[in-house]
């Protein structure tokens, strides 16, 4: 679900004072809380989420049904392997190389929503309760992903229902990615994932306790600090293109560690594959597009094969 952008294997510090916006949710000022999100999806492209509706308690459960899975014995896990022939991307995957600038991780991949694109061989029969919690987790991702298109729709200007009717309305793919980044004996050689920017709409992430996301703004590489019970969102390139440049696509990479496993659960929200991409229609009367219509699967194809686009 992301282009590599350069792949700079060591990473340089980067702390810097500005922090990334934490939005809470609950706080009854519904106003104030939609300006946050569209102030922080203009300047960051990322933000985290806290007081937004989803129990501590299910979060644990996902983490935990997650962690059990990525502890089971390889060939348990190849089970549901990608088959090398796909050219989708479901599936587990592994790339665990020491070779310097290799890629440090290994995913499991597989869509969510709508309940028609589901292909349970992908998702795991161990834990057996996997099925369970991840369906509950995924009707409350689905709630709080409307909410925020919505915020982010009125924030063009436009009708609450905008954004998402343009990614395809009730067509809308919801997608788990879990990444396992386990210790690296060298940390300086390798990274989680190289940087990149998410070729979805929106990306709603839980991670464990190890830090290792960081996302570049003016030019500055920040920490993404854990917040416990926080979700942290990232804008992607599609989200980018249908406001028309408004919306910032955050780029990110992760970093991995020496001593200890990291592990993060993005849910992706991804258009329809045959949507068309493009400004959305209403913004245009006065600025003229910044970007060409393209259907998404095109759109993707031309980002994982670098390209051009536009
Ligand atoms: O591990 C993270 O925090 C972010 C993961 C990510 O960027 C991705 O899966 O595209
Ligand atoms: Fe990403």
Redesign the pocket.
């Known amino acids: 679900?992301?282009v590599e952008r350069d792949s700079h294997t060591s990473p340089p510090p980067s702390l810097f004072a500005e922090t990334i916006p934490i939005i809470d949710l609950s706080n009854p000022d519904e106003e104030l809380v939609a300006r946050a999100v569209v102030k922080a999806s203009q300047e960051w492209g990322i933000f985290h989420l806290v007081n937004h509706g989803i129990t501590t308690d299910l979060i644990s459960r996902l983490k935990e049904v997650g962690s059990e899975f990525f502890e089971l014995p390889t060939t348990e896990k190849k089970a549901v392997a990608k088959p090398d022939d796909s050219q989708d991307y479901e599936g587990y995957t592994r790339n665990l190389q020491y070779t310097e600038g290799e890629v440090w991780a290994e995913n499991l991949f597989h869509r969510l929503w709508p309940q028609s694109c589901i292909n349970f061989d992908y998702w795991p029969k161990n834990p057996p309760h996997y099925r369970k919690v991840t369906e509950e987790y995924t009707r409350e991702m689905k709630k709080l992903s409307e909410r925020i298109l919505g915020v982010l729709s009125e924030g063009l200007g436009l009708q609450r229902e905008a954004l998402k009717e343009g990614l395809g309305g009730e067509t809308v793919e919801y997608v788990m990615?879990i990444?396992n980044f386990p210790p690296n004996p060298q940390p300086d050689s390798n990274l989680?994932?190289p940087e990149?920017t998410?070729i979805i709409a929106i990306?709603f992430?839980v991670?464990n306790e190890v830090p290792?996301?960081q996302v570049s703004k003016d030019d500055h590489w920040f920490d993404v600090h854990y917040i416990p019970s926080a979700i942290t969102v990232t804008i992607g390139d599609q989200i980018l293109r249908l406001s028309n440049g408004k919306y910032k696509n955050v780029l990110?990479r992760?970093t991995v560690d020496k001593e200890k496993q990291r592990m993060?659960w993005?849910v992706f929200v991804d258009a329809n594959p045959d949507v068309v991409i493009k400004p959305l229609p209403e913004l245009n009367t006065d600025n003229p597009s910044k970007f060409k219509p393209i259907t998404c699967k095109d759109f993707k194809y031309c980002r994982l094969l670098k390209l051009p686009v536009d």
Do not use: K
Request: no cysteine; charged share 20%.
């Open positions: 679900m992301e990615r990444n989680g994932l990149h998410d990306a992430i991670t290792g996301l990110h992760v993060s993005p």
